[in-house]
């Protein structure tokens, strides 16, 4: 009996043997390359990528839990007893959002508030720094304050803010918030306005981490 096919299909065999090696190596190192692409291009929390991020921005932030509506009509600005105010669930609902944000290590340039009890405690409780209270922030909603003087105050003292500063946070209210932005949050969201675009966009806990700046 010939042996002539196996001499005839032996080299074939190596040679699909090589072929099929040459493409595992080539897929491999596709591969390699590509998850090293990703890597370069996906964001990463380090400080280089991320000091700055908030620069240049004012985060608004709706207060904590208060149940409720509105507020009473014996309501006194001095007086936290005739107010709507945060429960033990609001209160602990600031503390975790003021230790989100230590831990991400933003540096806030100023932290504002509104006079009402419910927006200076929340601030207060964050425990980023010192809380300035201002009454550009003040709830409109019942007319405990008047809208259009409220909202230019607040107007004017944005358009004072430096474009390339540091972050700074303002504790208000719904009403005012909405105003500005355009952006409806509940109690604890914020929403972020871009000083150099005039641009508004919800902006939740999850944006901050690993930030450095």
Request: glycine share 8%; net charge positive.
């Given at each position: 009996?010939?042996n002539?096919?196996?001499h005839?299909?032996?080299?074939?065999a190596?040679?699909?043997?090589?072929?099929?090696r040459n493409?595992r190596?080539?897929w491999?190192?596709a591969?390699?390359?590509?998850c090293f692409s990703?890597?370069?291009?996906?964001?990463?929390?380090?400080a280089q990528?991320?000091?700055?991020?908030?620069?240049?921005r004012?985060?608004?932030m709706r207060?904590?839990?208060?149940?409720?509506?509105?507020d009473?009509?014996?309501?006194?600005?001095?007086?936290?007893?005739?107010?709507?105010?945060?429960?033990e669930?609001g209160?602990q609902?600031?503390?975790?959002?003021?230790?989100r944000l230590r831990e991400?290590?933003?540096k806030f340039g100023a932290?504002?508030s509104?006079?009402?009890?419910?927006?200076?405690e929340t601030?207060q409780?964050?425990g980023l720094?010192p809380?300035?209270?201002?009454?550009?922030?003040?709830?409109?909603?019942?007319?405990?304050?008047?809208r259009?003087?409220t909202?230019?105050?607040?107007k004017?003292e944005?358009?004072s803010l430096?474009?390339?500063?540091?972050?700074?946070?303002m504790v208000?209210h719904f009403?005012?918030?909405s105003a500005?932005?355009g952006?409806?949050?509940?109690?604890?969201?914020?929403?972020m306005?871009?000083l150099?675009?005039g641009n508004?966009?919800?902006?939740?806990l999850a944006?901050?981490?690993?930030?450095?700046?």
């Amino acid at each position: 009996m010939s042996n002539h096919p196996q001499h005839t299909t032996a080299p074939f065999a190596r040679w699909l043997w090589l072929v099929r090696r040459n493409v595992r190596v080539r897929w491999a190192f596709a591969l390699v390359v590509a998850c090293f692409s990703l890597l370069l291009l996906s964001p990463v929390s380090s400080a280089q990528a991320d000091a700055g991020r908030f620069d240049g921005r004012v985060i608004f932030m709706r207060h904590a839990l208060a149940p409720g509506f509105g507020d009473p009509d014996n309501f006194d600005i001095k007086d936290c007893s005739t107010q709507r105010n945060l429960d033990e669930t609001g209160r602990q609902q600031a503390r975790a959002i003021g230790k989100r944000l230590r831990e991400s290590g933003i540096k806030f340039g100023a932290i504002y508030s509104s006079y009402w009890c419910r927006c200076l405690e929340t601030a207060q409780l964050l425990g980023l720094g010192p809380v300035r209270p201002f009454s550009g922030l003040n709830s409109f909603f019942q007319s405990y304050a008047p809208r259009q003087e409220t909202l230019a105050k607040l107007k004017d003292e944005i358009a004072s803010l430096p474009k390339d500063g540091k972050p700074i946070l303002m504790v208000t209210h719904f009403v005012t918030i909405s105003a500005i932005t355009g952006l409806g949050v509940n109690s604890g969201e914020m929403a972020m306005l871009d000083l150099e675009t005039g641009n508004s966009r919800a902006i939740s806990l999850a944006a901050f981490g690993g930030v450095t700046n």
